[in-house]
């Protein structure tokens, strides 16, 4: 096993960049339940959920809610995407307010939009249309995970 730094909680950490970090170790079973990847799960969700990143080239918290597929970016599916296969508890507060923000934010015809941000970026084109259907599997894939 690897021996992971201590993480150096004076520095502004990027939700980015953990959040692409630990995607690498969730698909791997060998590392998806090791402790380091818990705390690292544990930092993402409690500090960065919903809220604006703490580095200057992404000021906003729309960036938690602009989807795409295949994953590129971290954002709120990708990290639940993650998250759920680390074995975190459906009944965690972090998780409950994610899960709520995707009842929420449902639209009418069950599907959800790729973007929710002030900008959007839903025309309704082919691309759109497709990318909505792949990221509305990933949100069931993630509910079934999480409540069975």
Same mark, same amino acid.
């Given at each position: 096993?690897?021996? +992971?730094?201590?993480?150096?909680?004076?520095?502004?950490?990027? *939700?980015?960049?953990? =959040?692409?970090?630990?995607? #690498? /170790?969730? *698909? !791997?079973?060998? %590392?998806? !339940? *090791?402790? #380091? $990847?818990?705390?690292?799960?544990?930092?993402?969700?409690?500090?960065? &959920?919903?809220k604006?990143? !703490? %580095?200057?080239?992404?000021h906003?918290?729309?960036?938690? @809610?602009? +989807?795409?597929?295949? %994953?590129w970016?971290? !954002?709120?599916?990708? #990290?639940?995407? +993650?998250?759920?296969k680390?074995?975190?508890?459906?009944?965690d507060?972090?998780?409950?307010?994610?899960?709520?923000?995707? @009842?929420?934010?449902?639209?009418?015809?069950?599907?959800?939009? @790729?973007? %929710? $941000?002030?900008? =959007?970026?839903?025309?309704? $084109?082919?691309? $759109?249309?497709? @990318?909505?259907?792949?990221i509305?599997?990933?949100?069931?894939?993630? &509910?079934?995970?999480? /409540?069975?």
């Amino acid at each position: 096993m690897p021996t +992971f730094k201590v993480l150096d909680k004076s520095k502004p950490s990027s *939700h980015n960049w953990t =959040g692409i970090i630990i995607r #690498a /170790f969730a *698909h !791997n079973p060998r %590392y998806r !339940n *090791h402790p #380091a $990847t818990s705390k690292a799960v544990k930092l993402l969700k409690q500090s960065f &959920f919903l809220k604006g990143p !703490n %580095y200057s080239s992404m000021h906003d918290a729309d960036f938690w @809610i602009k +989807f795409d597929f295949p %994953y590129w970016w971290n !954002n709120l599916v990708a #990290a639940l995407d +993650f998250i759920s296969k680390n074995g975190i508890s459906p009944n965690d507060k972090d998780i409950i307010k994610a899960i709520n923000w995707f @009842i929420d934010s449902q639209q009418e015809n069950g599907l959800w939009k @790729i973007s %929710y $941000t002030k900008k =959007g970026v839903n025309k309704d $084109t082919l691309k $759109t249309r497709e @990318i909505s259907h792949w990221i509305t599997l990933q949100i069931c894939l993630i &509910f079934k995970r999480l /409540f069975g």
